[in-house]
């Protein structure tokens, strides 16, 4: 059965305390692998999409890897505007997103 | 703007009323979805329409009912809501299906339904 866990469920950093995220997946064939951030209150907002192993992609503090088992999202020197929770979802071999439980990172200034 | 947008934001209703969400996206996108997240921030889909043709039927009780009248709107029909339908239902959409362009699914902000 495709499956995504994540952890740690809760994460709480210090303003520039670098930091990952981990999103570890089954799935009969991956057709990609998307990274998400969700606001309380709001809808999922698109981060990345990883086709690949080996696979890297950056946006100003964070950056998305991906293994054929698992994907990181690393946060560099964090601010507090970076708290939200983020969310990984896998696309395999059919016409859906599954998604994993998220993490809700926190950062303190 | 350019959004997915669904309404209501909030709807607090009792147990065995019928209610609807709408959602319609002016993106181009061919593709429409409808999500519930749990209390615990889960995700799980439970409908897809691709040019309004139903591809995507989760095991969702029949007591809700997807309609899509032009590939730009998909709402979402409950019927005899019950206590544990009570969650946040978010509609997205794609270029293609399964989100397989660059960005993924478009999300909507989400309608919290309260079943009291």
């Known amino acids: 059965e495709d499956q995504v866990t994540q952890s740690p469920e809760a994460l709480r950093l210090q303003e520039g305390e670098s930091s990952s995220l981990n999103c570890s997946y089954t799935?009969?064939?991956?057709?990609?692998l998307f990274w998400y951030r969700q606001d309380p209150g709001k809808g999922p907002e698109f981060l990345f999409t990883?086709?690949?192993a080996g696979e890297e992609k950056e946006k100003e503090r964070l950056k998305a890897t991906l293994t054929k088992k698992e994907s990181f999202l690393h946060i560099t020197a964090p601010k507090p505007e970076d708290s939200a929770t983020y969310l990984c979802?896998?696309?395999?071999?059919?016409?859906?997103?599954?998604f994993g439980t998220g993490t809700r990172l926190q950062v303190f200034p | 703007d350019t959004a997915v947008s669904q309404t209501p934001k909030y709807l607090v209703t009792q147990m065995g009323n019928d209610k609807s969400i709408k959602c319609e996206q002016n993106?181009?996108?061919?593709?429409m979805y409808w999500y519930k997240q749990d209390s615990k921030k889960f995700l799980k889909i439970m409908f897809s329409?691709?040019?309004?043709?139903?591809?995507i039927n989760e095991t969702v009780p029949n007591r809700f009912s997807p309609k899509s009248p032009d590939k730009a709107h998909l709402n979402l029909h409950i019927n005899s809501l019950e206590l544990g339908d009570s969650a946040v239902y978010f509609c997205?959409?794609?270029?293609?299906?399964?989100?397989?362009?660059?960005?993924?699914?478009?999300f909507g902000s989400g309608t919290r339904l309260t079943v009291v």
């Open positions: 997205a959409s794609s270029q293609d299906r399964g989100g397989q362009a660059n960005y993924g699914y478009t």
């Open positions: 799935v009969s064939g991956l057709r990609g």
């Open positions: 990883l086709y690949s």
């Open positions: 979802a896998v696309h395999p071999n059919t016409d859906k997103l599954i």
């Open positions: 993106l181009g996108h061919d593709t």
């Open positions: 329409y691709n040019n309004k043709e139903l591809i």
